[in-house]
């Protein structure tokens, strides 16, 4: 399927231009996903935010997410290896505590919701390392990073340009 310049939609089949400007042409939007965000991320490990919307922005192929969270994450001292390793995270497990391990299964599941629903398995996971309000805090991390991976994604936004 192509677009009208015949330009393959798939963004990896090569360079695309950037689109619409969110901000300046929706900036109630725009002011309300900035407020979400802070939100979303209070109570939680600034570490494990960077990772969790890394790893989302990984599975939505949001280039430009991806590029901003990583030197984000590595501005505030995360290492290299983590950061790479990050794709591969269930292989490279010992890098991870097992409350990072569970927020990550929690973020695959929440990102990609494959089944129509996150399992049951993953949840509990998520359950036994973060209380209620971490949880939900977790939860709304995570809904929000989708939602910025969109709006990316979709506007083609170019990575280095924040």
């Not at 360079?15 to 109630?28: D, F, G, L, M, V």
């Not at 490990?45 to 949001?62: E, F, G, M, T, Y």
Request: glycine content about 4%.
């Amino acid at each position: 399927m192509t677009t009208t310049d015949e330009t393959p939609q798939n963004p990896r089949h090569g360079h695309h231009q950037p689109r619409i400007s969110i901000a300046p042409n929706a900036p109630e939007v725009y002011k309300a996903m900035v407020a979400l965000d802070a939100a979303a991320k209070k109570g939680l490990d600034p570490a494990l935010v960077h990772l969790v919307k890394i790893r989302a922005s990984q599975i939505n192929h949001c280039a430009f997410c991806i590029d901003m969270h990583i030197k984000e994450a590595r501005k505030e001292g995360e290492t290299e290896e983590r950061v790479y390793l990050l794709n591969a995270w269930e292989e490279a497990g010992a890098h991870y505590t097992p409350k990072e391990q569970a927020a990550f299964a929690l973020t695959e599941a929440i990102t990609v919701l494959t089944d129509g629903f996150v399992p049951d398995a993953v949840y509990e996971r998520a359950a036994a390392h973060f209380d209620e309000a971490g949880l939900a805090q977790l939860t709304a991390l995570i809904t929000t990073i989708n939602a910025w991976n969109r709006f990316g994604v979709t506007t083609r936004m170019t990575p280095g340009q924040a």
